[in-house]
Protein backbone atom coordinates (compact mmCIF):
# COMPACT_ATOMS: atom_id res chain seq x y z
CA UNK A 1 0.00 0.00 0.00
CA UNK A 2 1.17 3.39 -0.94
CA UNK A 3 2.34 6.04 1.93
CA UNK A 4 -0.99 7.64 0.72
CA UNK A 5 -3.38 5.30 1.37
CA UNK A 6 -1.45 4.70 4.39
CA UNK A 7 -2.37 8.53 5.69
CA UNK A 8 -6.15 8.44 4.10
CA UNK A 9 -6.74 4.97 5.91
CA UNK A 10 -8.39 7.32 8.73
CA UNK A 11 -11.21 5.55 10.66
CA UNK A 12 -14.90 6.99 10.03
CA UNK A 13 -17.04 9.27 12.07
CA UNK A 14 -20.02 7.27 14.53
CA UNK A 15 -22.52 9.01 12.15
CA UNK A 16 -20.44 7.10 9.16
CA UNK A 17 -20.58 4.03 10.31
CA UNK A 18 -24.26 4.04 11.78
CA UNK A 19 -25.31 4.64 8.10
CA UNK A 20 -22.72 2.41 6.48
CA UNK A 21 -23.97 -0.87 4.38
CA UNK A 22 -21.57 -3.66 5.54
CA UNK A 23 -20.63 -6.22 2.72
CA UNK A 24 -17.77 -9.27 3.44
CA UNK A 25 -15.45 -10.06 0.35
CA UNK A 26 -13.29 -12.88 -0.01
CA UNK A 27 -9.98 -11.93 -0.97
CA UNK A 28 -8.67 -14.23 -4.07
CA UNK A 29 -4.95 -14.85 -2.98
CA UNK A 30 -5.51 -18.42 -1.40
CA UNK A 31 -6.23 -17.54 1.42
CA UNK A 32 -9.88 -16.97 0.98
CA UNK A 33 -9.30 -14.06 3.98
CA UNK A 34 -12.55 -12.44 4.91
CA UNK A 35 -12.74 -8.66 4.78
CA UNK A 36 -15.61 -6.40 5.41
CA UNK A 37 -16.78 -3.75 2.84
CA UNK A 38 -18.64 -0.81 4.56
CA UNK A 39 -20.08 1.98 2.17
CA UNK A 40 -21.47 5.30 3.60
CA UNK A 41 -22.96 8.04 2.12
CA UNK A 42 -19.83 9.95 1.29
CA UNK A 43 -16.30 6.99 1.26
CA UNK A 44 -15.54 3.43 1.13
CA UNK A 45 -13.95 1.14 3.87
CA UNK A 46 -12.16 -1.79 4.08
CA UNK A 47 -11.63 -3.62 6.96
CA UNK A 48 -8.88 -6.39 6.85
CA UNK A 49 -8.56 -8.86 9.39
CA UNK A 50 -5.07 -8.46 10.22
CA UNK A 51 -4.84 -4.07 10.07
CA UNK A 52 -6.12 -1.91 13.11
CA UNK A 53 -7.24 0.65 11.02
CA UNK A 54 -9.24 0.38 7.74
CA UNK A 55 -8.39 1.84 4.37
CA UNK A 56 -10.60 4.45 3.55
CA UNK A 57 -11.48 5.52 -0.03
CA UNK A 58 -13.50 8.77 -0.25
CA UNK A 59 -16.28 8.53 -3.16
CA UNK A 60 -14.82 11.37 -5.64
CA UNK A 61 -11.43 9.21 -5.69
CA UNK A 62 -12.83 5.39 -5.97
CA UNK A 63 -12.77 5.45 -9.20
CA UNK A 64 -9.72 5.76 -9.48
CA UNK A 65 -8.45 3.28 -6.97
CA UNK A 66 -10.91 0.34 -7.45
CA UNK A 67 -11.33 -1.61 -10.54
CA UNK A 68 -14.55 -3.30 -10.78
CA UNK A 69 -14.64 -6.84 -12.77
CA UNK A 70 -18.14 -7.14 -13.70
CA UNK A 71 -18.29 -10.81 -15.00
CA UNK A 72 -16.80 -12.47 -12.06
CA UNK A 73 -18.12 -10.13 -9.53
CA UNK A 74 -14.38 -8.93 -8.46
CA UNK A 75 -12.88 -5.46 -7.57
CA UNK A 76 -9.19 -4.97 -7.89
CA UNK A 77 -7.51 -2.28 -5.36
CA UNK A 78 -5.64 -0.96 -7.84
CA UNK A 79 -3.20 1.50 -5.38
CA UNK A 80 -2.01 -1.30 -3.47
CA UNK A 81 1.48 -2.49 -3.92
CA UNK A 82 0.23 -6.48 -5.00
CA UNK A 83 -3.41 -5.21 -6.30
CA UNK A 84 -5.33 -7.85 -4.74
CA UNK A 85 -8.58 -8.61 -6.22
CA UNK A 86 -11.28 -9.52 -3.86
CA UNK A 87 -14.74 -11.65 -4.61
CA UNK A 88 -18.28 -10.59 -3.55
CA UNK A 89 -21.77 -12.42 -3.89
CA UNK A 90 -23.94 -11.77 -6.32
CA UNK A 91 -26.43 -9.66 -4.28
CA UNK A 92 -23.37 -7.63 -2.68
CA UNK A 93 -21.96 -6.96 -6.00
CA UNK A 94 -25.57 -5.46 -7.13
CA UNK A 95 -25.55 -3.70 -3.80
CA UNK A 96 -21.98 -2.17 -4.52
CA UNK A 97 -22.94 -1.34 -8.57
CA UNK A 98 -26.16 0.51 -6.86
CA UNK A 99 -24.05 2.64 -4.46
CA UNK A 100 -21.52 3.34 -7.14
CA UNK A 101 -24.27 5.11 -9.53
CA UNK A 102 -23.85 4.41 -13.26
CA UNK A 103 -20.43 4.90 -14.78
CA UNK A 104 -19.73 7.87 -16.83
CA UNK A 105 -19.18 8.53 -20.41
CA UNK A 106 -15.08 9.95 -19.25
CA UNK A 107 -14.92 6.69 -17.21
CA UNK A 108 -15.31 4.85 -20.27
CA UNK A 109 -13.58 6.77 -22.56
CA UNK A 110 -10.23 6.34 -19.74
CA UNK A 111 -11.07 2.43 -19.71
CA UNK A 112 -11.54 1.93 -23.42
CA UNK A 113 -7.80 3.94 -23.90
CA UNK A 114 -6.18 1.93 -20.96
CA UNK A 115 -7.81 -1.52 -22.29
CA UNK A 116 -7.38 -0.99 -26.03
CA UNK A 117 -3.84 0.81 -25.97
CA UNK A 118 -1.51 -1.64 -27.33
CA UNK A 119 -4.32 -3.29 -29.96
CA UNK A 120 -3.13 -1.36 -32.59
CA UNK A 121 0.35 -3.21 -32.67
CA UNK A 122 -1.53 -6.59 -31.88
CA UNK A 123 -3.88 -5.98 -35.00
CA UNK A 124 -1.03 -5.13 -37.63
CA UNK A 125 0.62 -7.83 -36.64
CA UNK A 126 -1.92 -10.37 -36.82
CA UNK A 127 -2.74 -9.08 -40.56
CA UNK A 128 0.42 -8.86 -42.11
CA UNK A 129 0.82 -12.77 -40.23
CA UNK A 130 -1.93 -12.96 -42.25
CA UNK A 131 -0.77 -12.73 -46.12
CA UNK A 132 0.16 -15.79 -47.97
CA UNK A 133 3.69 -16.26 -48.32
CA UNK A 134 5.22 -16.31 -52.02
CA UNK A 135 5.77 -19.95 -53.34
CA UNK A 136 9.05 -20.74 -54.31
CA UNK A 137 9.53 -24.54 -54.99
CA UNK A 138 13.23 -23.94 -56.03
CA UNK A 139 13.92 -22.94 -52.35
CA UNK A 140 11.43 -25.54 -51.01
CA UNK A 141 8.57 -23.51 -49.79
CA UNK A 142 5.44 -24.70 -50.49
CA UNK A 143 2.53 -22.25 -51.26
CA UNK A 144 0.95 -20.93 -47.69
CA UNK A 145 -2.41 -20.43 -47.63
CA UNK A 146 -4.34 -16.89 -46.73
CA UNK A 147 -4.65 -16.80 -42.82
CA UNK A 148 -8.33 -15.92 -43.09
CA UNK A 149 -8.55 -16.45 -39.20
CA UNK A 150 -5.98 -14.03 -38.37
CA UNK A 151 -7.22 -11.43 -40.99
CA UNK A 152 -10.13 -11.97 -39.30
CA UNK A 153 -9.03 -10.67 -35.37
CA UNK A 154 -6.77 -8.62 -37.20
CA UNK A 155 -9.54 -6.40 -39.03
CA UNK A 156 -11.50 -6.10 -35.72
CA UNK A 157 -8.74 -5.48 -33.23
CA UNK A 158 -8.01 -2.35 -35.70
CA UNK A 159 -11.49 -1.60 -35.47
CA UNK A 160 -11.55 -1.56 -32.12
CA UNK A 161 -8.81 0.15 -31.26
CA UNK A 162 -10.20 2.96 -33.79
CA UNK A 163 -13.18 3.00 -32.00
CA UNK A 164 -11.94 3.14 -28.79
CA UNK A 165 -9.18 5.69 -29.79
CA UNK A 166 -11.77 8.34 -31.77
CA UNK A 167 -15.62 7.44 -31.11
CA UNK A 168 -15.63 5.84 -27.28
CA UNK A 169 -18.06 3.53 -27.13
CA UNK A 170 -19.40 0.58 -25.06
CA UNK A 171 -19.71 -1.63 -28.11
CA UNK A 172 -15.77 -1.72 -28.04
CA UNK A 173 -16.43 -4.28 -25.13
CA UNK A 174 -18.64 -6.00 -27.21
CA UNK A 175 -16.13 -6.50 -30.34
CA UNK A 176 -13.80 -7.84 -27.51
CA UNK A 177 -15.83 -10.68 -26.35
CA UNK A 178 -16.32 -11.63 -30.72
CA UNK A 179 -12.65 -11.21 -30.80
CA UNK A 180 -11.89 -13.65 -27.83
CA UNK A 181 -14.51 -16.20 -29.31
CA UNK A 182 -12.91 -15.89 -32.66
CA UNK A 183 -9.64 -16.64 -31.13
CA UNK A 184 -10.75 -19.64 -29.69
CA UNK A 185 -11.63 -21.37 -33.27
CA UNK A 186 -7.58 -22.28 -33.92
CA UNK A 187 -7.78 -25.02 -30.70
CA UNK A 188 -10.93 -26.13 -31.48
CA UNK A 189 -9.72 -27.53 -34.91
CA UNK A 190 -6.94 -28.50 -33.55
CA UNK A 191 -8.93 -30.91 -31.19
CA UNK A 192 -11.16 -31.93 -33.67
CA UNK A 193 -8.37 -33.41 -35.78
CA UNK A 194 -7.07 -35.11 -32.72
CA UNK A 195 -5.14 -32.61 -30.93
CA UNK A 196 -4.47 -32.36 -27.36
CA UNK A 197 -7.37 -31.66 -25.07
CA UNK A 198 -5.12 -29.77 -23.02
CA UNK A 199 -6.41 -26.84 -25.06
CA UNK A 200 -9.41 -27.03 -23.40
CA UNK A 201 -8.29 -24.98 -20.92
CA UNK A 202 -7.08 -22.09 -22.76
CA UNK A 203 -10.45 -21.87 -24.31
CA UNK A 204 -12.12 -22.36 -21.05
CA UNK A 205 -9.85 -19.05 -20.07
CA UNK A 206 -10.79 -17.10 -23.33
CA UNK A 207 -14.30 -17.70 -22.73
CA UNK A 208 -14.33 -16.77 -19.15
CA UNK A 209 -12.49 -13.01 -20.80
CA UNK A 210 -15.22 -12.75 -23.02
CA UNK A 211 -17.72 -13.19 -20.29
CA UNK A 212 -15.79 -10.21 -18.37
CA UNK A 213 -16.48 -8.18 -21.43
CA UNK A 214 -19.45 -8.39 -21.68
CA UNK A 215 -20.17 -7.57 -18.15
CA UNK A 216 -18.19 -4.27 -18.91
CA UNK A 217 -20.35 -3.66 -21.73
CA UNK A 218 -23.61 -4.40 -19.92
CA UNK A 219 -22.02 -1.90 -16.96
CA UNK A 220 -21.85 0.75 -19.26
CA UNK A 221 -25.27 0.99 -21.10
CA UNK A 222 -26.19 4.29 -20.65
CA UNK A 223 -22.89 6.13 -21.93
CA UNK A 224 -23.97 6.40 -25.00
CA UNK A 225 -26.29 8.91 -24.39
CA UNK A 226 -24.30 10.35 -21.91
CA UNK A 227 -22.26 11.75 -24.78
CA UNK A 228 -24.37 13.03 -26.91
CA UNK A 229 -26.01 14.72 -24.76
CA UNK A 230 -22.61 16.11 -23.81
CA UNK A 231 -22.24 16.91 -27.43
CA UNK A 232 -25.18 18.74 -28.02
CA UNK A 233 -24.41 20.66 -24.69
CA UNK A 234 -21.00 21.59 -25.92
CA UNK A 235 -22.53 22.09 -29.71
CA UNK A 236 -25.29 25.03 -28.44
CA UNK A 237 -22.34 26.89 -26.55
CA UNK A 238 -20.56 27.28 -29.55
CA UNK A 239 -23.37 28.53 -31.45
CA UNK A 240 -24.01 30.75 -28.63
CA UNK A 241 -20.36 32.44 -29.00
Known amino acids: MTQDDRTAALAPSQSTVREATRLEITKLDGSAEKWRLELSPD ?10 QPFVFPRVDVAEKIQLVEGV ?8 PKKPIFRLERQDFKTLLDWLGPPTAEELSKA ?4 FGPGLILGCVLLLI ?8 AAGLAPFAYGLVNFALGGLMVTTWA ?16 W ?5 FGPIMRIARGGSWWWLIFIAFMLLLAKVA ?8 GTGKQAAASQA ?8 R
Open 214 to 221: LGQYRRFA
Open 180 to 184: LGLVT
Open 43 to 52: QLALYSPTEP
Open 73 to 80: RSLMLKTF
Open 163 to 178: IARFNPHRICFLLEAA
Open 233 to 240: RNLVGECR
Open 112 to 115: LKKR
Open 130 to 137: SLPLVQNP
